[in-house]
């Protein structure tokens, strides 16, 4: 996985465009096609039912290190696992059982450097869980065409409520990254809160 500069002008000679102003600065790029970009979060759920998980997702591409051409039309669509982890091991899946699973699907964007993003919220049952830590798996899926998309503005609530979004949990007890991607390794995140009583629309 890598970082994408949205504010630079060196991409395609003239920079990426980004109309609604969602990503900010920089952006997380994902692989699903060349090799298979993984990001992995542990966390425990402090006795919560849910791990609700709220993102901006794009399809987007990249114009150098060879980095794969979306062809148009192309969507990304994105698979977020929740696995068992009671080691708390660092790792994709912390060697546990899967607890829940979901997809997330995109839009197509207008031009190879124009972000259309999609806002999404996950719901995933942890109730299952062993001793409450669990590790949050994403990967994108090369379903729908897109070889390559960009992901922004994690926000990650233990919760007894489907998709609440109020508070966030504490920060990871673990990030593992797999794959270099196309230009080096990133891990980290931003955060946009939203106010506690804030309604929540599901759109997973």
Same mark, same amino acid.
């Given at each position: 996985?890598?970082?994408?500069?949205?504010?630079?002008?060196?991409?395609?000679?003239?920079?990426?465009?980004?109309?609604?102003?969602?990503?900010?600065?920089?952006?997380?790029?994902?692989?699903?096609?060349?090799?298979?970009?993984?990001?992995?979060?542990?966390?425990?759920?402090?006795?919560?039912? +849910?791990?609700?998980?709220?993102?901006?997702? %794009?399809?987007?591409? $990249?114009?150098?290190?060879?980095?794969?051409?979306?062809?148009?039309?192309?969507?990304? @669509?994105?698979?977020?696992?929740? +696995?068992?982890?009671?080691?708390?091991?660092?790792?994709?899946?912390?060697?546990?059982?899967?607890?829940?699973?979901?997809?997330?699907?995109?839009?197509?964007?207008?031009?190879?450097? $124009?972000?259309?993003?999609?806002?999404?919220?996950?719901? &995933?049952?942890?109730?299952?869980?062993?001793?409450?830590? $669990?590790?949050? /798996?994403?990967?994108?899926?090369?379903? /729908?065409?897109?070889?390559?998309?960009?992901?922004?503005?994690? &926000?990650? @609530?233990? %919760?007894?409520?489907?998709?609440?979004?109020?508070?966030?949990?504490?920060?990871?007890?673990?990030?593992?990254? +797999?794959? &270099?991607?196309?230009?080096?390794?990133?891990?980290?995140?931003?955060?946009? /809160?939203?106010?506690?009583?804030?309604?929540?629309?599901? /759109?997973?």
């Amino acid at each position: 996985m890598e970082t994408l500069l949205i504010t630079g002008n060196q991409a395609f000679g003239t920079g990426y465009s980004d109309p609604r102003r969602i990503g900010g600065n920089y952006v997380l790029g994902m692989l699903s096609t060349l090799q298979n970009d993984l990001l992995g979060l542990s966390f425990n759920m402090q006795g919560k039912t +849910f791990l609700n998980f709220r993102l901006d997702i %794009s399809n987007i591409q $990249v114009d150098r290190f060879n980095g794969p051409s979306n062809p148009p039309g192309s969507v990304p @669509v994105f698979e977020i696992t929740l +696995f068992d982890n009671p080691s708390g091991a660092t790792g994709l899946s912390g060697n546990g059982r899967v607890l829940d699973v979901a997809q997330i699907t995109g839009a197509a964007s207008s031009a190879p450097n $124009v972000f259309n993003w999609t806002e999404h919220i996950v719901a &995933l049952n942890g109730s299952g869980s062993t001793n409450g830590n $669990v590790t949050i /798996r994403i990967d994108e899926l090369n379903t /729908r065409g897109s070889g390559y998309a960009a992901l922004d503005n994690f &926000l990650i @609530v233990a %919760s007894n409520t489907r998709g609440d979004i109020g508070a966030s949990v504490p920060e990871p007890a673990s990030i593992a990254v +797999f794959g &270099l991607g196309i230009a080096g390794l990133w891990a980290g995140r931003r955060r946009n /809160r939203r106010p506690e009583s804030a309604p929540v629309e599901i /759109r997973a």
